[in-house]
């Protein structure tokens, strides 16, 4: 396998697995793996985590955004928790490693695009994401009021009043009340209704600017 062939197969891809190169060239896998390594030390390709690779640049003439390089590294996921609140302006940081939740078992990785974080959460709430584009492509994103659920879902302990009002949320007037309450119930966890509660009471004081979250 010679680069000149990578590149002409995978160079308009942001990203690729180890799969397709096997699939696509005649060497045996144990080959490729090791082609792979050599050239991830030439910096030619960078390595995204086991089995899956982008070109370096110039070699990459597509546009590699590492938001939509968490949809594509774990599948099914989205964009979940503080980053997609960050994403949505709902706290003031901006938050440089990206949370996903995922139904399969939860995973992490690191590598030069950033730290990747996969959280687990059921099948049945795996839901209340959409379709936006960021970075010059399309990325799944929770949906506010379920990025809410899933960041105070997996995170431990009581949210209390004094809790949430340390992360210092912000244009809460994008959370719609019914639709946070209606995703609420499928969790069935007192916990999340007290949050949400606790919540909804904090925002409609910020709303009459008689307490700032």
């Known amino acids: 396998m010679r680069f000149d062939a990578l590149v002409g197969l995978v160079g308009a891809l942001p990203c690729f697995d180890l799969a397709l190169i096997v699939q696509a060239f005649d060497d045996r896998r ?23 690779y982008t070109l370096a640049e110039p070699y990459r003439r597509a546009t590699l955004a590492p938001a939509a390089l968490a949809n594509r590294m774990y599948r099914p996921s989205y964009l979940s928790g503080l980053w997609a609140l960050g994403y949505y302006d709902l706290i003031p ?8 939740v995922t139904p399969r ?32 492509t399309e990325i799944l994103v929770a949906e506010p009021e379920k990025a809410l659920l899933d960041h105070w879902h997996l995170t431990a302990g009581e949210w209390t009043a004094e809790r949430l009002g340390e992360m210092r ?5 994008l959370i719609s009340a019914r639709q946070l309450r209606d995703y609420a119930l499928l969790y069935q966890s007192p916990r999340l209704d007290r949050a949400v509660s606790s919540w909804l009471q ?9 307490v700032t979250l």
């Not at 991830?40 to 985590?49: A, H, N, S, T, Y």
């Not at 904090?202 to 008689?210: D, F, H, V, Y």
């Open 169 to 173: 949320y912000q244009n809460v007037e």
């Open 105 to 136: 078992v939860p995973r992490r990785f690191e590598n030069p695009l950033g730290l990747f974080d996969y959280r687990n959460i059921k099948q049945e709430w795996f839901l209340g994401y959409r379709t936006v584009a960021h970075g010059g």
């Open 202 to 210: 904090l925002a409609r004081q910020t709303k009459q600017g008689t």
């Open 30 to 52: 144990d080959v490729v793996l090791t082609q792979m390594s050599r050239w991830m030390k030439q910096g030619r390709v960078i390595g995204l985590r086991r089995g899956w």
């Open 93 to 100: 940081e901006r938050v440089v490693w990206f949370t996903s």
